[in-house]
C-alpha cells in the first residue's frame, strides 16, 4: 500500500511540475513523445520501450547506463 501511496505522489508531483514549467505546447509535445514511446498503451514505459525509444532516435548509450536511468525514475 505504501508503495502505491508513494507512486501515485510522484506521479502527482511530476504532472504539477510539468503543468506549471512547461507551455501548453512544450506539454503537448512531450505528452506526444510519451505516446509514441509507449508501445503497448499502458501508460507507462518498460526498459524494452525506453532502449527503443533511444534506438529509434539515433541515441547511444550503453545498456547499463540506461538502466540506471530507468531504475532512478521507476
Do not use: H, P, W
Not at 9 to 15: P, Q, R
Not at 29 to 53: C, H, V, Y
Request: charged share 30%.
Amino acid at each position: 500500500k505504501q508503495f502505491k501511496a508513494d507512486a501515485t505522489f510522484k506521479t502527482a508531483a511530476y504532472s504539477f511540475i510539468a503543468s506549471q514549467c512547461l507551455s501548453k505546447k512544450e506539454r503537448d509535445a512531450l505528452a506526444m513523445a510519451f505516446r509514441s514511446f509507449d508501445k503497448n498503451s499502458t501508460g507507462t514505459l518498460t526498459l524494452q520501450e525506453l532502449k527503443e525509444a533511444y534506438k529509434e532516435n539515433k541515441v547511444q548509450i550503453e545498456d547499463l547506463e540506461l538502466e540506471l536511468v530507468f531504475r532512478s525514475i521507476d
